[in-house]
């Protein structure tokens, strides 16, 4: 019997999870639940985001179901008590540092893309996402200037073996897919993107089968509206790997449909979609909770060893988006009936 956390969070997160959970159920596996609070939920009920308790289902879980974190009456706390902090501390915590997330388009979705039919059809990539380290975790604070202006700082740091970890992760999924990788970094400005860029090309020594490429994130994000047929997985640091999926998420249709994999070395992983806590249509019951339910079909595919369990759950979603949509897609369906499809289509 695997055990699965959930951990739905706050604004959309509960809703979306609950449907991810219904199809989990469905498909009459050996997994047991156990639920706790995290981010603003946490922090409403016992004053911390991320619990002791909740860090503890975390560690003895096989695998993660995470909603989303975020929460705007959390807005003024200082940041160590934000909801973000908690998924913050729980990709820390696990050593959950790659992050996996697939954009393809889904048969019929041509028109919600951002892109022309012709050219969203050619979408097929995968985001290697670093995740322990960049901006998000180095020294960061407030001062004052010599001038008594105030000043923000966040610092970016990479060490050559985190670098060198995600590479493999970039590397061993190109393998898995169409043997090419993308390194998208800023090498000409930033030192960790020189440092970056050194150590990817030496991992590439073991992967003669793989071929590697080199991009600025800048040209990035303009080839991935451009010509994104071209990628086939992207490997990058914290901040790029951030925009670049949002960015990606609009090309497939909406944030709404995908999901995320992250990571730790031996496979243990939390499972969660791209997207944020959308304060904007919390409690309205229009969330798309697909991206959650594609996030649990990862979580399938790689914690609990289940391809063909994954492989269902795919195209149920794949089947039921041809003919129901929630709102970010121009339909009317509630998260609930576009669970209700999923569930019919399995
Ligand atoms: P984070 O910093 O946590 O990534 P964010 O600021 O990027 O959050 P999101 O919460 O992801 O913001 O929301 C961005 C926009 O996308 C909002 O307008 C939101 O309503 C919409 N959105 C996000 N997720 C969904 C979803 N599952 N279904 C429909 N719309 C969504
Ligand atoms: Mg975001």
């Known amino acids: 019997m695997a055990l699965i956390a959930i951990l739905p969070g706050d604004g959309i997160g509960p809703e979306v999870t609950a449907e991810a959970r219904r199809v989990l159920e469905a498909l009459d596996l050996p997994l047991a639940f156990e ?147 993308c390194s998208v970094d800023k090498a000409n400005v930033l030192e960790t993107s020189q440092l970056w860029r050194d150590v990817v090309t030496e991992v590439a020594r073991e992967y003669a089968d793989v071929t590697l490429t080199h991009m600025y994130v800048d040209n990035a994000a303009m080839q991935l509206v451009r010509d994104p047929g071209q990628f086939d997985v992207i490997v990058t640091g914290n901040l790029f790997g951030d925009i670049l999926s949002d960015q990606a998420s609009m090309c497939v249709g909406s944030i709404g449909l995908l999901p995320s994999a992250s990571l730790d070395d031996t496979g243990k992983g939390l499972y969660e979609p791209i997207h944020g806590s959308a304060p904007d249509i919390a409690g309205q019951g229009k969330a798309n909770p697909c991206a959650t339910i594609l996030s649990a079909a990862m979580m399938l595919r790689h914690s609990l060893e289940l391809p063909d369990a994954a492989d269902r759950v795919e195209a149920a979603v794949a089947r039921a988006l041809v003919t129901h949509r929630t709102a970010d897609l121009g339909g009317t369906c509630s998260t609930r009936e576009m669970g209700d499809a999923v569930l019919g289509a399995l």
Do not use: W
């Open 35 to 181: 639920s706790a609070l995290v981010g603003g939920a946490a922090y409403h009920a016992t004053g911390e985001p991320l619990p002791p308790e909740t860090l503890e289902l975390a560690h003895r879980a096989d695998a993660i179901l995470f909603g989303s974190v975020g929460d705007p009456s959390c807005d003024a706390l200082e940041r160590g008590l934000r909801p973000e902090q908690a998924i913050l501390g729980l990709r820390k915590e696990l050593t959950l540092f790659a992050n996996l997330r697939p954009a393809k388009l889904f048969p019929g979705l041509e028109d919600a893309s951002a892109l022309r039919p012709e050219v969203a059809r050619t979408i097929d990539l995968l985001i290697v996402r670093e995740l322990n380290g960049d901006v998000y975790f180095g020294e960061k604070g407030m001062r004052t200037t010599a001038a008594g202006l105030r000043q923000g700082y966040d610092l970016m740091s990479y060490d050559e073996g985190e670098v060198a970890r995600i590479a493999v992760a970039g590397f061993e999924a190109a393998r898995r897919r169409g043997g090419r990788l």
